[in-house]
Each structure stands twice: as C-alpha cells, then as structure tokens.
C-alpha cells in the first residue's frame, strides 16, 4: 500500500484545516490509519488514530476537542480536521497504517507511512 498525504498550508491562528491520506493498494480492512506529526527539532509525535471500520479512536491530549479523524472506505482515504489551530501545532503531518490497534499511539507499531505535508500556523 501507498499512502499519500495532502491538504496542508498556511493558515491563521484559528483556522481550520483538513487533511486527507489516499490510500493505493490493498484496502484497510484489517489495518489501523493514524496521523503523527513532527515538528522542527522535535520528535514525532501521535496525533490520531482511527480503526479501520471507524468504530475506533484515539486522539493525543493536545488534539482532544479540536481535532477528528474520520475514514471513508470506499475511497481509501483518512481524514484528519483540525480546528482551532494553534501555533504549536505547526508541523509536518504523516498518515500510516498499521496492523494493530493496540499499538495505534506508537509509531513503531505502524509500517507505512505517507510522505507528509506541512501545516503552519501563524499567530
């Protein structure tokens, strides 16, 4: 599988963005799909994690109440929207894929990843 990200850019404290990870290949059916970002000089970090029927979600502290991740099958992509956009969460963004959910917060526990793309946040 493939995963490409998209859907960042530059936007204002406060504003609102949504990202989307195209899936090619082989579908998610027994797969967990979770963002992760990594700020400059800083490790990556967990943001999002969905299970592959949606009925599973996880999100970090700093994204609860602000952000959602979402997945439509049948067009293989995973969504993550984020409101109320800070200044830290300035960072590139990846989607992965993985094959348990219980190691949905690790990024160790996900074997394919997108090529990331950037969101800034300005204040």
């Known amino acids: 599988v493939q995963l490409q990200a998209s859907g960042g850019g530059l936007v204002q404290a406060g504003d609102s963005l949504r990202l989307s990870c195209a899936a090619s290949g082989r579908t998610f059916s027994s797969d967990t799909m979770g963002w992760f970002r990594q700020a400059p000089g800083k490790e990556r970090e967990f943001v999002a994690a969905?299970?592959?029927?949606?009925?599973?979600?996880v999100y970090a502290r700093s994204g609860t109440g602000r952000f959602a991740i979402s997945i439509d099958n049948a067009k293989k992509t995973v969504y993550l929207q984020m409101n109320s956009l800070k200044p830290e969460d300035t960072a590139v963004y990846y989607c992965?894929?993985?094959?348990?959910?219980?190691?949905?917060?690790?990024?160790?526990?996900?074997?394919?990843w997108g090529q990331g793309t950037l969101v800034t946040v300005s204040s």
């Open positions: 992965a894929t993985g094959p348990r959910w219980r190691y949905a917060r690790l990024s160790a526990g996900y074997d394919t």
């Open positions: 969905i299970s592959s029927t949606g009925v599973n979600k």
